[in-house]
């Protein structure tokens, strides 16, 4: 059985049990992944005796768990997909935009901080509303992010180090990264949907990754340093991620 390069194992954990997808191939460290869905995939070198491995996820298991319920959650209250009709809401920096589809002589996208107002020659054409829709926020991600990076970047140019380069993407398990050698971040779309003060932490967040390219203690003391509230905003975020992812 431990000869195969996949398997499915089933471990005890407290008063259940975690079922987990082992695929054995030339990897340095034992590595955990749970998927959006649930499943939990365990990569492992073909030495690796599945004992140790067996033991390495019932000591993973509260977080496991934890990751597993997150996702349910999300599943549960995931938006449906949007119809772009009069009265669905769209989420800008943390507040709640009303669309209004209107008719027009022109094609046009605009927002008073409450309504967005999408105006149509023809306002049964999904693909149109779908497309003007989508073009605005991604207009908006780069607005948004892009000034925030920039407010970022002047605290952190007394370290001598370059503006990263901003990416913007659809990301399914990540609000942000950072590629510290490359000099580049990248930031979930949906994270313009969050309140600002929960972007800027995002932010902070792969900006310190600059320095410290890690998650160690270091990292976490400099992070404190720069934004002292951040668990505080990083908090905001994940009690509020699951209505808007």
């Known amino acids: 059985m431990e000869s195969q390069s996949k398997l499915v194992r089933t471990v005890p954990f407290e008063n259940g049990e975690i079922c987990y997808h082992l695929e054995r191939k030339p990897v340095k ?29 019932i000591s993973k298991g509260r977080y496991i768990c934890s990751a ?30 009303r669309l209004k589809v209107e008719k027009s002589a022109l094609d046009e996208i605009s927002s008073d901080g409450i309504y967005l107002f999408l105006r149509l020659t023809d306002t049964s054409d ?20 892009s000034e925030i990076m920039g407010k970022t ?13 901003l990416r913007i993407r659809n990301m399914e398990t990540q609000w942000g990264s950072c590629s510290a050698k490359k000099g580049v971040i990248t930031l979930n779309k949906r ?3 969050a309140p600002r003060n929960c972007i800027e932490y995002v932010v902070m967040h792969e900006f310190c990754h600059l320095i410290h390219p890690n998650h160690s ?3 976490y003391d ?6 002292p509230d951040w668990r505080e905003r990083k908090k905001t975020l994940d009690k509020s991620a699951v209505y808007w992812l």
């Open 68 to 97: 597993q319920k997150k996702f349910t959650e999300m599943a549960q209250y995931a938006p449906q997909p949007k119809q772009y009709v009069s009265g669905e809401t769209f989420y800008l920096q943390g507040r709640g935009l």
């Open 217 to 219: 203690k270091h990292f």
């Open 222 to 227: 400099f992070l404190t340093m720069q934004m």
């Open 153 to 165: 970047y002047s605290i952190f140019q007394k370290y001598d180090i370059a503006m990263p380069k």
């Open 191 to 193: 994270l313009l949907e």
């Open 126 to 145: 999904f693909t149109k509303k779908q497309k003007i829709v989508t073009k605005y926020f991604d207009e908006q991600c780069n607005i948004v992010f």
């Open 29 to 57: 460290n034992l590595n955990l992944r749970i998927y959006k869905d649930g499943i939990v995939s365990v990569s492992a070198d073909q030495q690796v005796p599945i004992s140790q491995i067996d033991s390495f996820v």
